[in-house]
């Protein structure tokens, strides 16, 4: 199987196939540098839970309700 973005076999199973049935090994799709797991697109930074999450963060924290409740399950995780 060759991997439709670099051009090299695909050793073992591929990371991903899209829509159009083109696979891609391990090299090209990366892993979130949020999570850590597969990105759903060549060059992505992020999966989408992540992208999602973080993007509507800064929103969800204008709120001082909202920036209260994340920072009392803050403390509760580390024991303060």
Known sequence: MICDWCKNE???K???Y????ESY??????????CGKPVNF?????????????SRLDD???SEKARDIVIAKLKKLVGL
Do not use: D, Q, S, Y
């Not at 989408?48 to 973080?54: A, F, G």
């Open 25 to 34: 090994c391990h090299k090209c799709i990366p892993n979130c540098n949020v």
């Open 18 to 21: 899209n829509g159009m049935g």
């Open 42 to 54: 060549i060059r992505a930074e992020r999966c989408n839970l992540c992208w999602e999450v973080l």
């Open 60 to 62: 969800f924290l204008k």
């Open 14 to 16: 591929p990371r991903t």
């Open 10 to 12: 695909i050793i073992n």
